[in-house]
């Protein structure tokens, strides 16, 4: 009975010491100046969706969770959020050439209506960022528009 | 208890090692292109390989293109990987500045939709999602710079809820990327554009 209460005692130490990694955390105090309000129209309602269910990993601020907390789950939640900002950042959607703006508009479409978005292992533990069909309507229909509408300055 | 602090430590160390690697690679990836196009303005055996031309682009896309005809996500996911090779090669000094600025406006969009299609290899949906929006820059990108070969600018009326996609062809006859081999032959020519280089 030594040996595997060597182990767990290793592993809980490993545990405890992992505490002391923390990834630097998502959050500015600047306004952001590529903010996607000013750049393009978003109606309250979408907005409101998109600050719910998108923000966390597709703006510059996270609201972070009790768990992010704990390691190794902040180092996961860090990675998704810098993913994320790579892929899409709303408060740099204003620097975004049209061609860029175009394109990310037709993914927002398409990621909502093939369910990529929001990841399904955020949503399972952010209830509120499930989508409702309402929701999702709204911001398709959102999203379309403003692409065929920046199509046209195109 | 010396033993088990030890294994603790190097069980975190590893860890760390390679977490922190993993970070590293998405980052390096980018930097790594950066180095290579800086580099290229000293070094000469990289300014050699820096000799390739937009009909380079062209041809990696109509590899994907025929790939997704052929409903081959596999090989939609190398050609794209391929349109991004050939992209990292194009020797921009041969362009004149109104074709630098389309095509600065557009190389970028092309990279990223080509990433996610070579990305994306089991997924031959999203592959053609991101080939509708690629597609419409390469059409641009082709009317501004030219291309060595006649092109077939084909449409497809069905994609997109109806809203219809356009695609690009080196043959007259059509063959639906979109749809593959569900509506081979659905679709028409808009537009032919002439070799003119």
Known sequence: MRLPRKILSGLLIAFVLIQFIQPV???????????ITKAINVPDKVEEVLKTACYDCHSNNTYYPWYSGIQPFGWLLAKHIRDGKAELNFDEFGAYSLRRRISKMNGIKNSMEDETMPLRSYTFLHSNARLSTNEKALIIDWATRTEDSLRLLN | MKAIVLSGIMVVTIGFISCSNNENSTESTTANK???????????TIEQAKSGTINDVVSGYLSLKNALTNDNANEAASAAKGINESLAKVNESAMNADQ???????????????????????KIDHQREHFDLLSRDMIDLVKAVGSSQTLYRDFCPMYNNKKGAYWLSETKEIKNPYYGKEMLKCGEVKEEIKANG
């Open chain 2, 100 to 122: 630098k600025k389309v095509y600065d406006d557009i190389k970028d969009d092309i990279r990223e939709h080509a990433q996610h299609i070579a990305d994306n290899s089991s």
């Open chain 1, 25 to 35: 955390r998502n959050l500015s105090n600047e306004i952001p100046s590529g903010d």
């Open chain 2, 34 to 44: 950066e180095t290579t196009s800086q580099a290229a303005g000293t070094n000469n």
